[in-house]
């Protein structure tokens, strides 16, 4: 019950952040979008960097488990694609989504109710789904640490230093 709660604060949490930083903004998703305003991007690169670098820690101080599911080439990228076409029809991903319909936005409640019925669609299509794409393109749990012989930290503190670089020091808030 307790992990529950925690997960609920934390979602909380990341909602707030979400909507204090704009990101449920029609005009800064369509910037992002357009490459034009790249708020949402500095945004994504900082909490990557900073959850990547946070992670890792907690894993070498034994107070996280960390658990790579299998790679499963042709879900993710009709997944991928099922996702980008839906945030640019949409103007919202997974979490802008929940908090802007939190908000009271009507068109992120439809978003939310096409995600509902999206996952049950997926849970009907499943068995298929699994045979045609999952089983024959399964790679695995791979992660570059298995691939290159050495622990993770060593390439989580390089990765979330250049996205952190890329946030604060390289990217500008707008491009015309």
Request: charged content about 10%; overall charge neutral; hydrophobic content about 55%.
């Amino acid at each position: 019950m307790s992990t529950l709660i925690i997960g609920f604060l934390i979602g909380c949490a990341f909602g707030t952040i979400l909507y204090l930083s704009g990101a449920t903004s029609y005009r800064r998703i369509l910037g992002t979008l357009r490459l034009q305003d790249m708020w949402i991007i500095k945004l994504m690169a900082t909490a990557i960097g900073v959850g990547t670098l946070g992670i890792y820690l907690l894993d070498l101080g034994g107070l996280a488990h960390m658990s790579v599911k299998p790679a499963y080439l042709w879900g993710v990228g009709l997944g991928g694609l099922i996702f980008g076409v839906g945030w640019a029809v949409s103007g919202f991903c997974p979490g802008t989504c929940v908090v802007a319909a939190a908000e009271g936005k009507k068109d992120a409640m439809f978003t939310v109710l096409g995600a509902f019925v999206g996952a049950f669609l997926f849970s009907l299509a499943f068995p298929v789904i699994e045979s045609t794409l999952i089983s024959r393109a399964n790679f695995g749990s791979i992660t570059l640490e298995d691939l290159l012989g050495f622990n993770g930290i060593y390439i989580a503190i390089p990765f979330s230093l250049a996205l952190l670089g890329l946030a604060f020091f390289v990217l500008k808030d707008r491009y015309e």
